[in-house]
C-alpha cells in the first residue's frame, strides 16, 4: 500500500477542494439532474455519489479531528462550526432529494450486487423520517455538542503544584498509595462537579432539540426516532430491556462477588470508589509504554504476531500521520477511529498516559482501523458502513484477540497476567455501565418533560440498581448524582451505548473461537469484517461464527468462560 492510499477520482476532480458552499452546490446538481437510462447508467449514478458523499465526509471529518485535537484554537471551531452553519444544512436538504432519487431509479434499473437491498432498506427509512424543519435543529445539535467537547477538554487539576488533565490525573487511581488516589479521585470528581450547571444546561437544550426532532417526524419521543434513525432493523427497544435484565441477574451477581474479593484483599474496613483500580498487593500499576511513539511501536509487534497485514496497516496510518494518541491539554476527552471514507486510512485519537486501559483504548481503536481497511474497496460508502453493533464487534475483539499476544507490552509473565486479569476484570464491570447508561437514555427520553434534579434521582436509581453492593459511597452522593455527565456518548452520539454490550457479547464469543483454533477464529473475524455492510448484523455475526443473542442463558455461558480464564489466570 502506498504512503497516500489514495482512489483515483472518477467524477471530482483530482486538486478539488471545499471553498464555501457555492463551489460545491454545482456536483450535487450535477447527480441530482443527471438523467438515468439503464442499470448500467444507474450504477455509475450511485458511485458518483459516493465519491462527492465519500469526499465531502471526509472534508467534515479533518474539521472535527482538528478541532478534537485542540479544542482551544479559535480558527479551527470556526473551520468546523463554518460547515455545520453554512455547508451541512444544503447537504441534509440534498440528501433527501437524492435519496428519493435513487428510490426512484431503483424502481426502474434494479441493481444486483451485495449490499444493494440493505442500503435500499436503510435510504426508504432516511426517506420517511426527513423532514425539512429539523436540519436547522441538527445545526443546533450539532453546535450544543461542540460547546460540551469545548467545556470537558479544558478540564484540568492540579495535584501537588502539577496542572494535569483529567485522563493523566486518572492514572494515579492505580497508585498503591491510598492517600494520594483519594486525593486524585477528589480532584477529578471536584472538577466536574464543578462544571455541574452549565452541563445540566447544555444537555437540557440538547433534550428539547432533540425530543422536537422526533415530534416533527411523527414519532412518539425520541428514543423510537433514533431507533430507525441508527437503522435497528435487527432488534426493538424491549430487546434493550432484556440486555438490561439480563446484565442484572448474570453479571452483576459476578462484579459483586470479584469486588468483595479485592475488599478481602486489601484489607480495608470500608471498599470506596478511589480503591476500584489499585492493586490488591500493593503493586505499582503497569506501564505498558512509555509514551506515545512506544505504544504504536509495540502495538505494530502486538498486531504481527496476529496477523502482519494488520501491522502494515499501522504503519501506513503512523507514515501519513493519522495519530494523535497522547494526553494533553485542550484535547477533547475520549478516544475515537474516524473512518476516512475517501482516502480509505482512518485516523485514529485518543488520550493516552501510561496505563493499561490506553493500551487496551489502542487495540480497541486499532481494530476499528482494520475494519476500515477491510471495506476499504467495496464498491459503495453505504457498504463502507456497518452499523455500530458490527463496527464495535471489530474494536472488542480485537481487545481480546490481541490479549493472547500482549507480551508485546510485557516482557514479565507476571506483568502480563496482571494485565489480562485487569482487563478481563474490566470488561465485567464494563457491562453493567452499559445496561446503566442505556437503560438511563431510555429513561431520559421517554420522560422529555424532567427536570434536571428528576434527572440526577433517577440517574441515582438506575445507578444503585447496577452497581456493586461492596463499594461504599457514603458522604460522595453528590458526586454520585452527576457522574452521567462524565459519559461524552449521552451528549455526542445518544443512544450510541448499548452497542457496546451487544458487541462485547460477540466479542467473548470470537475470543473464546479464537482460543480455540486461531486460524480459523481470525479467518472467521476478518471473513465477517470484510462484510462491511452487505448483510444485515445476524448474518455477520454468523459469518464471525458467533450469535446476535442477548438472552440470560447465553449471557450466562460467556460469563462462565470469563469466569474459567480469569481462574486460570490467578
Not at 437540557?204 to 432539540?209: A, G, K, T, Y
Request: with cysteine; aromatic share 12%; glycine share 6%.
Amino acid at each position: 500500500m502506498s504512503d497516500l492510499a489514495l482512489k483515483k477520482r472518477e467524477f471530482l476532480p483530482e486538486n478539488y477542494r471545499i471553498d464555501n458552499w457555492d463551489s460545491l452546490k454545482g456536483y450535487f446538481e450535477n447527480i441530482q439532474n443527471r438523467e438515468v437510462s439503464s442499470p448500467a447508467e444507474f450504477l455509475k449514478w450511485l458511485k458518483d455519489k459516493s465519491e462527492l458523499e465519500s469526499y465531502v465526509s471526509e472534508d467534515f471529518a479533518w474539521r472535527y479531528i482538528r478541532m478534537t485535537c485542540d479544542t482551544a484554537d479559535a480558527s479551527l471551531q470556526k473551520a468546523y462550526q463554518d460547515f455545520v452553519e453554512n455547508i451541512q444544512p444544503h447537504l441534509a436538504a440534498y440528501g433527501d432529494v437524492l435519496n428519493k432519487k435513487t428510490l426512484e431509479y431503483a424502481e426502474k434499473w434494479p441493481v444486483e450486487e451485495p449490499g444493494y437491498a440493505i442500503m435500499l432498506r436503510g435510504i426508504k427509512e432516511s426517506v420517511r423520517i426527513f423532514r425539512e424543519e429539523n436540519i436547522a435543529l441538527f445545526t443546533d445539535i450539532q453546535l450544543k455538542q461542540a460547546e460540551y467537547q469545548s467545556l470537558t477538554g479544558a478540564m484540568t487539576v492540579t495535584l501537588d503544584g502539577e496542572e494535569m488533565t483529567l485522563p493523566q490525573a486518572g492514572t494515579l487511581l492505580q497508585s498503591p498509595d491510598r492517600a494520594l488516589r483519594e486525593k486524585a479521585w477528589y480532584a477529578i470528581s471536584e472538577r466536574r462537579l464543578a462544571d455541574r450547571e452549565p452541563l445540566d444546561r447544555i444537555f437540557s437544550e440538547l433534550l428539547v432539540l432533540r425530543n422536537e426532532v422526533a415530534k416533527n417526524a411523527g414519532f412518539q419521543n425520541f428514543r423510537d426516532y433514533m431507533f430507525t434513525a441508527m437503522g435497528r432493523f435487527d432488534y426493538t427497544p424491549q430487546d434493550c430491556f432484556d440486555f438490561h435484565g439480563s446484565i442484572a441477574a448474570t453479571v452483576v451477581p459476578i462484579v459483586d462477588q470479584l469486588e468483595g474479593e479485592r475488599k478481602a484483599r486489601l484489607g480495608y474496613d470500608t471498599y470506596r470508589p478511589w480503591d476500584a483500580k489499585a492493586d490488591t498487593e500493593g503493586k505499582a500499576p503497569l506501564k505498558p509504554f512509555k509514551d506515545g511513539a512506544d505504544l504504536l511501536d509495540k502495538t505494530e509487534v502486538c498486531f504481527t504476531a496476529i496477523d502482519p497485514q494488520f501491522a502494515e496497516y499501522i504503519r501506513t496510518m503512523r507514515r501519513m500521520g493519522h495519530f494523535d494518541v497522547e494526553s494533553r491539554k485542550g484535547k477533547a476527552p475520549g478516544g475515537y477511529n474516524y473512518p476516512l471514507e475517501e482516502t480509505g486510512v482512518p485516523f485514529i485519537f485518543m488520550n493516552a498516559t501510561d496505563t493499561v486501559r490506553d493500551m487496551v483504548t489502542m487495540v480497541h481503536e486499532g481494530g476499528h482501523a482494520i475494519h476500515s481497511f477491510q471495506v476499504r474497496d467495496l464498491g459503495l460508502n453505504a457498504y463502507r458502513n456497518p452499523p455500530m453493533e458490527v463496527a464495535e464487534l471489530a474494536s472488542m475483539s480485537m481487545e481480546l484477540i490481541s490479549m493472547e499476544h500482549w507480551d508485546a507490552y510485557f516482557s514479565d509473565p507476571e506483568e502480563l497476567k496482571r494485565a489480562k486479569r485487569e482487563h478481563l476484570r474490566d470488561i465485567l464491570g464494563a457491562l453493567p455501565w452499559i445496561a446503566t447508561i442505556d437503560k438511563f437514555q431510555h429513561w431520559l427520553y421517554e420522560n422529555p418533560a424532567h427536570t434536571p434534579e428528576q434527572r440526577a434521582e433517577k440517574w441515582t436509581a438506575i445507578f444503585d440498581e447496577f452497581a456493586d453492593t461492596v463499594t461504599d459511597w457514603s458522604g460522595l452522593e453528590r458526586f454520585k448524582r452527576y457522574s452521567w455527565q462524565r459519559q461524552l456518548h449521552i451528549y455526542e452520539v445518544p443512544f450510541y451505548y448499548i452497542e457496546y454490550g451487544m458487541a462485547q457479547l460477540g466479542a467473548i464469543s470470537v475470543w473464546r473461537n479464537y482460543k480455540s483454533d486461531p486460524a480459523r477464529g481470525l479467518q472467521q473475524y476478518t471473513a465477517a469484517l470484510a462484510l462491511g455492510y452487505t448483510q444485515g448484523i445476524k448474518e455477520i455475526y454468523a459469518a464471525a461464527g458467533i450469535r446476535f443473542d442477548f438472552s440470560e442463558g447465553y449471557i450466562a455461558e460467556l460469563m462462565d468462560f470469563v469466569k474459567a480464564e480469569l481462574g486460570e489466570l490467578e
